[in-house]
Nanobody
């Protein structure tokens, strides 16, 4: 059974940094795409970044401020966020697309974490 566990959200001031973690359970091999998404109140869920092995995709709004990385422990992923802005305030999610082809569409992400809240104040 696939399970994604996120952590690392919190409340910060504009300009500060946060690192979100996502631990993926239930895979026997590293064959999935890992996506990071966010959803602000009253808005739809938007894709932030997608990674698989050496491939990376970032949404335009990231503009170099966020980095998706793998941890030393297998199946551990991070989203390093810097120069945070109030408009980055949202619930952040990680998700996996199993046996994905690049670049997976939103609907291909079938397993989702519970979300972690990020609040940025000005």
């Amino acid at each position: 059974q696939l399970q994604l566990v996120e952590s690392g959200g919190g409340s910060v001031q504009a300009g500060e940094s946060l690192r979100l973690s996502c631990v993926v359970h239930g895979y026997s091999a590293d064959t999935y795409c890992l996506g990071w998404f966010r959803q602000a109140p009253g808005k739809g869920r938007e894709r932030i970044a997608v990674t698989r092995s050496a491939r990376q995709y970032y949404a335009d709004f990231v503009n170099g401020r966020f980095t998706a990385a793998r941890g030393n422990a297998k199946y551990t992923h991070y989203l390093e966020m810097s120069t945070l802005k109030p408009e980055d305030t949202a619930m952040y999610y990680c998700a996996t697309a199993t046996a994905c082809t690049w670049l997976p569409a939103h609907h291909e992400f079938s397993a989702w974490g519970q979300g972690t809240q990020v609040t940025v104040s000005s």
